[in-house]
């Protein structure tokens, strides 16, 4: 049986922003990088890096790294790249377009931008790239964790 999803210390405020709490909200589409994503067999945990964008519009932040921890994770699905980013790298693979919620039982990893509100068990974070990577994951927990 799957649980609802808990977001500790922090909120999604809209598609591109987490609110986090007592430091206000990240742009995470354009102040942010996204750097890795692991997961940790062990644990069933899945951690996503981000490292603060070296822009002259970035303002400047108390860190300048986090991470998004998923803890005790039930369901991690990525979708494939789109046609044009299977070949070679290129910037916009690190950077987000979306971030929100979609459904366990939605296989076309659609919904991420009807709601930010946890409503049941079946709602799971989505994170899309600007090249088109998607990333599902429910979990019991998700946690914002700066980096030192």
Same mark, same amino acid.
């Given at each position: 049986?799957?649980?609802?999803?808990?977001?500790?210390?922090?909120?999604?405020?809209?598609?591109?922003?987490?609110?986090?709490?007592?430091?206000?909200d990240?742009?995470?589409?354009?102040?942010?990088?996204?750097?890795?994503?692991?997961?940790?067999?062990?644990?069933?945990?899945v951690?996503?890096?981000?490292?603060?964008?070296?822009? +002259?519009w970035?303002?400047?932040y108390?860190?300048? +790294?986090?991470?998004?921890?998923?803890?005790? $994770?039930?369901?991690?699905r990525?979708?494939?790249?789109?046609?044009?980013?299977?070949?070679?790298? $290129?910037?916009?693979?690190? @950077?987000? +377009?979306?971030?929100?919620?979609?459904?366990?039982?939605?296989?076309?990893?659609r919904?991420?931008?009807?709601?930010?509100?946890?409503?049941?068990?079946k709602?799971?974070?989505? @994170?899309?790239?600007?090249?088109?990577?998607?990333? $599902?994951?429910?979990?019991?927990? $998700?946690?914002?964790?700066?980096v030192?």
């Amino acid at each position: 049986m799957l649980l609802n999803m808990h977001f500790k210390s922090f909120s999604i405020t809209d598609p591109t922003n987490i609110h986090i709490h007592l430091d206000g909200d990240l742009d995470l589409h354009n102040n942010w990088l996204l750097t890795r994503v692991e997961y940790i067999f062990a644990s069933r945990t899945v951690r996503i890096y981000w490292k603060v964008s070296t822009g +002259a519009w970035v303002p400047e932040y108390a860190f300048n +790294a986090f991470y998004l921890e998923f803890r005790n $994770v039930t369901l991690f699905r990525a979708k494939e790249l789109d046609e044009r980013s299977v070949d070679e790298f $290129v910037e916009d693979d690190t @950077i987000l +377009a979306m971030i929100g919620l979609t459904r366990t039982d939605e296989p076309e990893f659609r919904g991420v931008l009807d709601y930010t509100e946890i409503r049941d068990e079946k709602d799971c974070m989505c @994170i899309y790239t600007e090249n088109g990577q998607v990333f $599902v994951i429910h979990a019991e927990i $998700v946690e914002f964790m700066k980096v030192k």
